[in-house]
């Protein structure tokens, strides 16, 4: 009965889910290289075929590399609740940036070199310290004049 014991406990792997993992995920990575290449989509289209690519890519590698398919139903749970995590994780990383004004399109993430070019730059007085940094109220913004000993703005 121990025999019988120890020949359930060790699993004999076969090659040939390792070498159909080989060949689909070099496939698909022929694909997105093929559709990032010459399919022109558009936004945000061409992302999405990508990322649902990448989606695939990683299943195959935790469900056959990693045996999770042929795995306890823990370790199907603990594999399925890390990866729910990262999905939540990134739901509201993608709904806080798309509600935030200006973020929406590439241009969003640009920096506005105008507003920096139109600042007015203040020369305050006092060993080089600018615009009252925790200098105290006032100090150096203001040509000299209050010097931060209390109010006067």
Known sequence: MSDNHHDDEHHEHSLKPHIFNLLALFGL??????SAAYLKFGEPWDNLIALGIAITKASLVILI??????????????????FFWI???FAYLVGDVLTRPGTTTYE???????????A????GHGGGHEGGHG????????????HGHGGGH
């Open 108 to 118: 969003g993430w640009q920096p506005d070199v105008r507003k920096a070019v139109e």
């Open 29 to 34: 990575t022929t694909l997105t290289w093929f």
């Open 135 to 146: 200098h105290g109220e006032g100090h150096g913004a203001g040509h000299g004049e209050d």
């Open 120 to 123: 007015p730059i203040h020369h």
């Open 87 to 89: 999905f939540l994780f």
């Open 65 to 82: 590399f990693m045996h999770v398919k042929e795995a306890t139903r823990l370790v199907k749970v603990c594999a399925f609740g890390g």
